[in-house]
């Protein structure tokens, strides 16, 4: 038990670092080394992010070689998207992370704590077929709002299937096929069990939403991500006040262990690979924070891990003006 035969020794020894062990799990003898890496923003953070992916993916279109990206080779262990994992403290990193995914052309999937269907216009949608559906099981009398209240009404009493009601409700919305069918996926396996249907949504959790067969890059919580096992994991925002957790307020020391429990969990869910990052500044509720880098990364070795900054376009403009004065 000492002993782990899947995560790289440096990995373990980071993370033993992080909980403060004194005795630390031994692990694969890999030469691999944590990269951390210092970004300027939050953006510039998520772009390096998708473009180091795109550069270990072997490229995603014509373009990755032409900007010099990628060289067209994937890196070793790595085979598809669903290699990557990109874990975050909380859900309001998500947009950033997978708009820069979008910019670059990968294809990804997002995994909360809370299930997708907890967030709109889904919720909406589910809650319009719970009414209706109450609505036919209330002493036999039917409630009709509308005409789309009276269309679904009257499929609940044909006994159609989940997949079609909720395909007749998701019209009104502006969706990708993806997003679509991703709910009547959900609902197919049902059939016509309405009440079952709504008794399993009561029990589903965020990590029911991963799908470790698509081709994609999985962006998820720290959280969602116990028991989970990538071959290449990034974790962004590792700074003062997200790791630990402390925007709401100064946590208790049980609860800073329990952030630390956290971080040691997303460390350790890499079998090859692991980039951790930070920004200077971030922006969160359209206000821009300065930040430091989370304490937990001070306890690190420097021997364990390859520290790189981003250069700004004011660096580039001094090493230009000093070329030039020779």
Same mark, same amino acid.
């Given at each position: 038990?000492?002993?782990?035969?899947?995560?790289?020794?440096?990995?373990?020894?980071?993370?033993?670092?992080?909980?403060?062990?004194?005795?630390?799990?031994?692990?694969?003898?890999?030469?691999?080394?944590?990269?951390?890496?210092?970004? +300027?923003?939050?953006?510039?953070?998520?772009?390096? &992010? @998708?473009?180091?992916? #795109?550069? /270990? !993916?072997?490229?995603?279109? %014509?373009?990755?070689?032409?900007?010099?990206?990628?060289?067209?080779?994937?890196?070793?262990?790595?085979?598809?998207?669903?290699?990557?994992?990109?874990?975050?403290?909380?859900?309001?990193?998500?947009?950033?992370?997978?708009?820069?995914?979008?910019?670059?052309?990968?294809?990804?999937?997002?995994?909360?704590?809370?299930?997708?269907?907890?967030?709109?216009?889904?919720?909406?949608?589910?809650?319009?077929?719970?009414?209706?559906?109450?609505?036919?099981?209330? +002493?036999?009398?039917?409630?009709?709002?509308?005409? &789309? @209240?009276?269309?679904? #009404?009257? /499929? !609940?009493?044909?006994?159609? %299937?989940?997949?079609?009601?909720?395909?007749?409700?998701?019209?009104?919305?502006?969706?990708?096929?993806?997003?679509?069918?991703?709910?009547?996926?959900?609902?197919?396996?049902?059939?016509?069990?309405?009440?079952?249907?709504?008794?399993?949504?009561?029990?589903?959790?965020?990590?029911?939403?991963?799908?470790?067969?698509?081709?994609?890059?999985?962006?998820?919580?720290?959280?969602?991500?116990?028991?989970?096992?990538?071959?290449?994991?990034?974790?962004?925002?590792?700074?003062?006040?997200?790791?630990?957790?402390?925007?709401?307020?100064?946590?208790?020391?049980?609860?800073?262990?329990?952030?630390?429990?956290?971080?040691?969990?997303?460390?350790?869910?890499?079998?090859?690979?692991?980039?951790?990052?930070?920004?200077?500044?971030?922006?969160?509720?359209?206000?821009?924070?300065?930040?430091?880098?989370?304490?937990?990364?001070?306890?690190?070795?420097?021997?364990?891990?390859?520290?790189?900054?981003?250069?700004?376009?004011?660096?580039?403009?001094?090493?230009?003006?000093?070329?030039?004065?020779?």
């Amino acid at each position: 038990l000492n002993r782990s035969y899947r995560c790289p020794e440096n990995i373990l020894k980071a993370a033993g670092q992080v909980l403060q062990k004194k005795y630390l799990l031994s692990g694969k003898t890999d030469p691999v080394k944590i990269h951390l890496q210092q970004c +300027e923003t939050d953006r510039s953070e998520a772009d390096w &992010i @998708a473009a180091q992916i #795109e550069k /270990m !993916i072997g490229g995603v279109a %014509s373009f990755s070689r032409d900007s010099g990206i990628s060289d067209g080779q994937q890196s070793e262990h790595i085979g598809s998207f669903r290699d990557f994992a990109i874990l975050c403290r909380t859900t309001r990193l998500f947009s950033t992370i997978t708009k820069a995914l979008e910019d670059h052309g990968i294809a990804y999937q997002v995994v909360g704590t809370e299930p997708f269907y907890r967030t709109e216009p889904f919720r909406s949608v589910i809650k319009s077929f719970k009414d209706a559906f109450l609505a036919r099981n209330k +002493e036999g009398q039917q409630k009709i709002e509308n005409n &789309i @209240a009276f269309e679904v #009404e009257s /499929m !609940i009493k044909q006994k159609k %299937s989940l997949a079609q009601i909720l395909h007749r409700l998701l019209i009104d919305y502006q969706l990708s096929d993806e997003d679509q069918q991703r709910l009547e996926n959900m609902a197919r396996p049902f059939g016509a069990d309405y009440l079952g249907f709504l008794s399993a949504l009561n029990t589903r959790q965020g990590i029911d939403d991963y799908n470790d067969k698509v081709e994609a890059v999985s962006v998820m919580t720290m959280h969602a991500a116990k028991g989970l096992e990538f071959n290449c994991v990034f974790i962004p925002a590792c700074e003062d006040n997200v790791l630990p957790f402390t925007f709401f307020g100064i946590k208790t020391s049980e609860e800073i262990k329990e952030e630390e429990r956290l971080f040691y969990v997303s460390l350790t869910r890499t079998r090859k690979y692991l980039y951790i990052s930070f920004a200077r500044k971030r922006t969160i509720k359209y206000k821009v924070l300065k930040q430091e880098k989370s304490p937990f990364l001070d306890r690190l070795e420097k021997k364990l891990y390859e520290l790189q900054k981003q250069t700004t376009k004011n660096d580039e403009k001094e090493k230009f003006d000093q070329l030039q004065m020779f």
